[in-house]
């Protein structure tokens, strides 16, 4: 589900690396969007309107809407079309508005 070829992009090689969502172990490339690796992984629903619980997924990729935010780390509301992977990270969908937890 990710493109490697292309007739004009160059796609530089990037190390792969493990993190967790929603329990499972997935892949996805260090520095990438999460939102990215996701949507790799096939998970195309990345969390659920507050008011009305709809479907909301990939939708603006640069940061500026709310379609995206997720639980990371435990922290809530990253919006994970910017926020970069890295080797280890927790990802889960987030439940209404988001609460934080206490370290």
Known sequence: MR???HPILEFPQK???TFSFEG???TGLEGEPIASALHANGVKVLRHSPEDHR???FFCA???CSSC???V???PNVRVCVEELKEGMVV???EGKGKFTRR
Do not use: W
């Open 3 to 5: 493109i490697s070829e």
């Open 15 to 17: 190390k792969e690396v």
């Open 24 to 26: 499972q172990t997935l």
């Open 55 to 57: 479907a909301r997924g």
């Open 62 to 64: 640069i940061g500026n």
């Open 69 to 71: 935010y997720m639980e």
């Open 73 to 75: 780390n435990g922290e």
């Open 92 to 94: 889960k969908r987030q």
